[in-house]
């Protein structure tokens, strides 16, 4: 009975938390060129692919852990790690949904994604990422319609090999920092999408992550190309099951936009955070880059950060088209022992190029946040301007909050602002809140959530609600 | 350049009078230097300004020793004018003069410390080799109660009697309770190509004041480190103020610990660059108790292809709780090819404060040169009255009238 109460109890703190048993396909444990070619073999990929992956791993050798970063964390054995793991279900992929494994199925239902398309009302294309392999994707044939690719990237290597080719690896290159090479060697599967010249993309596409076996690092790449004139919207969520140990996220996601071409990256991330005195946890240590390759070409990351027990990742902004923009609106909470070191880094290389910056920072309990940002204004880039917002907000006095800015300017027709505050909830705003009946813990919720307005403004409508409920579940218990 | 430094340590060691004790200290300090080398950009604090490239490229081989045998005469027409004031004068890094002929004798103590080698509260590699050469050091002591009435002018002179040398300052000020301390910085050079690194450790006991004004107006080739590092007891101010303008290269950094509550630090600091000078500023505040206080504003000009660099760091730890902090630091890029970079960084453990930061740089204005050409100004001259106005809102935030006043004349602001 006891046991069965804490159950739920957990359950309640962390509601993705649960495991399911599923029985999986595993490379041999370590890290080593037979198993990136085991791997590379599973996926059936082509020669080009394998010789990709071999070169970063080659790199990878060479390279060695960054150790700059504030939250610092036991050293990682990467030899005692499964780099791949898939449902056995998956071995012969499944043609359509009936044939998936009614447990995967259920798990995603769990998870509040039918990946049934006819029980869906609002149209989200999904991409479902289970460990290591890409399990369904929803809406493909409507979108084929239109011209757009929305496939596993494992499929589109097979299939789109020319688009892969050309553009995988041009923003993160395989000669990149630690991680990302490492993931450039091993990564397993993700979500490719091309968005063809002129094509409005008609629904949200979207990626679902799950990491459910044990001991597994998580390497998807993602590769998302808009090309001249095209817009599309897209969507990013993460869970995972509670376990005791910490588990490795290493993720790319690589974005182009050519001419004219928008792209709307969201992501709510709420990898399992760990539990109260910091124990297990995810490392979510990912590099997320897009290119604004064109003229008046945008990029927008949205990012609202509550999962994990170490966040570091900084999603940038390569503004090489002349009158490009870039833009990061991000909300990051850390609670109990999470930490946090993110931002972003907007490089402006084209003339009249346009970047903004909002970040907010909550952190409470016992954890730490840091905003770590690159603003670089190089001498071609001609009439550009920065703004830049970071502020953050204190709960308790065992908590910490940090912004570290860099700020480059080597253009003088060239502006950058830069504000950056640090406060608390104020007595009078809870008094207020708490006069017109709110509990205390609702009257943090509400203002907290005014707080983040800003950037759960930007969020598309589904997600923005979720996204609003888990501001408030993260905090809880954090008041008092 | 480890053959060099052994060899001109050798040469300082002989011509000073040390316990054995003290020349094995001088010696670890050597050796440590000798292992760090001067600082390159792989350190985050050096990140901006490569010092052992900068050195490298401005100056080649670098000597160490210097010979302090024989005096140097005092240029008495060097003086500031029109302020009475006490004095300190370093030429060639050989101190000639101290004297404090406007003071109550009994209230001021200056204490030789350069038998002694006091452990500095830094530990790089700077800092190691200023312990290592420093071959005077002494102490200034103001007394319980007593406040200078006139303020200290510490002229730093080097002459083209020196090339390629490298100089080492360092000097202790002591602020009793109730005291107060006027200090200006004064930087003179007709040398060129020398490295100048300086280290200054102010103790501020409670409720006493200290004001250093730094002044590096004349233009030189010269290449400067200093710093500054400041503990505050209860209710201390201290207020910097760092006019960053003449040398080829010049770095300040102010190391402020903030130790007692209602303790207060000011740093207001100016870059006004042309000619590929590169010069930086850094600073960390740390506030270590409750009811404590920071202010920084950093202001730069920068024409032709010159470089700025402010690094400003505020620290609130978990018991400083109420504690007020705030930076701002603002540029104006006057040619294409200046550059202006910024590390404006907070790092918090408190709930209960209020700390801000903010940083903005861009060009002149034109739509306000647009409105002062049509009050019939010309270009020049609203390009002229802006840049005026801009500074002068650091010059302001100086507390001394007769200080203001001076600094004002010195860099020809018109009010």
Request: hydrophobic share 35%; proline share 3%; with cysteine.
């Amino acid at each position: 009975m006891d046991n069965r109460q804490k159950e739920i109890d957990n359950l309640k703190d962390y509601k993705y938390g649960f495991t399911t048993d599923i029985e999986n396909t595993r490379a041999p444990k370590g890290l080593n060129e037979d198993v990136i070619k085991f791997i590379s073999n599973v996926k059936k990929e082509p020669q080009w692919m394998l010789d990709f992956r071999l070169k970063a791993f080659e790199r990878f050798k060479q390279l060695k852990e960054p150790n700059w970063q504030k939250p610092k964390y036991p050293k990682i054995d990467y030899q005692d790690l499964y780099y791949y793991s898939a449902p056995k279900s998956m071995k012969d992929k499944p043609k359509n949904l009936d044939d998936l494994d009614p447990k995967l199925l259920e798990t995603y239902k769990k998870l509040g994604i039918p990946l049934q398309e006819q029980k869906r009302l609002n149209g989200i294309a999904v991409d479902a990422v289970f460990d290591s392999v890409s399990v369904a994707t929803t809406f493909r044939e409507e979108l084929t319609k239109q011209g757009i690719i929305f496939c596993p990237i494992s499929e589109a290597i097979q299939n789109h090999p020319e688009l892969v080719k050309k553009y995988l690896g041009s923003v993160i290159p395989v000669t990149d920092h630690f991680f990302a090479t490492l993931n450039s060697a091993v990564f397993t599967d993700g979500s490719f999408a091309y968005i063809p010249e002129g094509v409005r993309c008609p629904m949200e596409l979207s990626t679902y992550f799950r990491i459910n076996a044990s001991n597994t690092g998580q390497f998807e790449r993602t590769l998302i190309v808009a090309d001249k004139g095209s817009y599309v919207s897209y969507l990013e969520g993460c869970t995972a099951p509670m376990r005791d140990e910490n588990q490795l996220h290493a993720a790319n996601v690589e974005l182009v936009a050519l001419d004219d071409a928008e792209i709307k990256y969201s992501t709510v991330q709420n990898w399992y955070p760990g539990d109260k005195d910091g124990k297990g946890g995810i490392y979510n240590f990912v590099t997320k880059r897009g290119l604004c390759k064109g003229k008046n070409s945008k990029i927008s990351w949205t990012q609202v950060e509550t999962g994990s027990a170490i966040t570091w990742k900084y999603p940038s902004c390569i503004l090489k088209g002349d009158n490009s923009v870039g833009e990061f609106y991000s909300i990051a909470i850390t609670n109990n022992h999470q930490k946090a070191d993110t931002g972003t880094k907007m490089i402006h290389l084209g003339k009249n190029t346009k970047s903004k910056i909002i970040s907010k920072g909550i952190s409470a309990g016992f954890s730490d946040m840091t905003y770590r940002g690159l603003v670089d204004i190089s001498s071609k880039a001609a009439n550009s301007n920065n703004y830049t917002q970071c502020d953050s907000l204190l709960m308790g006095n065992k908590c910490g909050a940090h912004t570290v800015p860099y700020i480059k300017n080597k253009n003088s027709e060239s502006n950058i602002a830069h504000e950056a505050t640090t406060s608390k909830i104020s007595e009078e705003q809870l008094h207020y809140c708490q006069q017109r009946g709110l509990s205390a813990e609702e009257a943090v919720g509400l203002i907290v959530n005014g707080f983040c307005k800003e950037v759960l403004q930007q969020l598309p409508m589904e997600f923005a609600v979720e996204a609003q409920k888990l501001v408030g579940i993260s905090l809880e218990g954090s008041v008092g | 350049m480890k053959e060099q430094l052994q060899k001109d340590f050798d040469n300082t060691i002989r011509h000073l009078t040390l316990s054995q004790k003290d020349i094995e200290i001088k010696k670890f300090y050597l050796d440590n230097f000798i292992n760090k080398g001067f600082p390159n950009r792989k350190e985050e604090d050096w990140k901006f300004s490569d010092l052992k490239q900068i050195i490298k490229k401005n100056i080649g081989e670098l000597a160490f020793y210097s010979d302090y045998t024989s005096t140097n005469k005092v240029d008495t027409s060097a003086f500031v004018d029109g302020l009475e004031h006490n004095k300190i004068v370093f030429i060639n890094g050989r101190i000639e003069k101290i004297d404090f002929d406007y003071e109550k004798k009994d209230q001021i103590e200056i204490i030789d410390q350069s038998e002694t080698i006091n452990k500095f509260n830094n530990n790089s590699s700077l800092s190691d080799l200023n312990s290592a050469f420093t071959n005077k050091s002494f102490k200034i002591v103001v007394k319980k109660g007593y406040q200078l009435l006139k303020p200290l002018i510490i002229y730093h002179t080097t002459n083209s009697k020196i090339w390629s040398k490298n100089i080492n300052l360092r000097l202790n000020f002591e602020l009793y309770e109730n005291s107060s301390l006027r200090l200006i910085d004064l930087f003179r050079d007709t040398s060129e190509k020398n490295f100048i690194n300086i280290f200054y450790n102010f103790n501020l006991k409670e409720n006493s004041i200290l004001k250093n004004y730094k002044v590096d107006k004349f233009e030189n080739k010269n290449i400067k480190y200093s710093f500054n590092n400041i503990e505050q007891d209860k209710n201390s101010v201290s207020e910097t103020f760092i006019l960053s303008s003449g040398s080829n290269f010049c770095k300040n950094e102010i190391n402020c610990n903030l130790n007692g509550k209602y303790s207060s630090a000011f740093v207001n600091g100016i870059f006004s660059l042309n000619n590929n000078k590169h010069h930086e500023i850094r600073t960390i505040i740390n506030h270590l108790t409750e009811n404590t206080k920071s202010y920084q504003l950093i202001k730069s000009v920068l024409e032709e292809s010159s470089r700025a660099v402010y690094q400003g760091k505020i620290f609130v730890n978990s018991k400083a709780q109420k504690t007020d902090g705030y930076q701002l630091s603002k540029a104006i890029l006057l040619n294409k090819d200046s550059e202006f970079n910024a590390k404006p960084e907070l790092e918090i453990y408190a709930d209960d404060v209020k700390c801000s930061h903010g940083s903005a740089s861009g060009s002149l204005n034109e739509d306000s040169i647009f409105y002062l050409m049509s009050r019939g100004l010309n270009y020049q001259q609203s390009r002229e009255l802006l840049i005026n106005g801009f500074l002068l809102d650091v010059v302001e935030k100086i507390t001394d009238p007769e200080v203001k006043n001076l600094i004002k004349n010195m860099i020809g602001i018109k009010e």
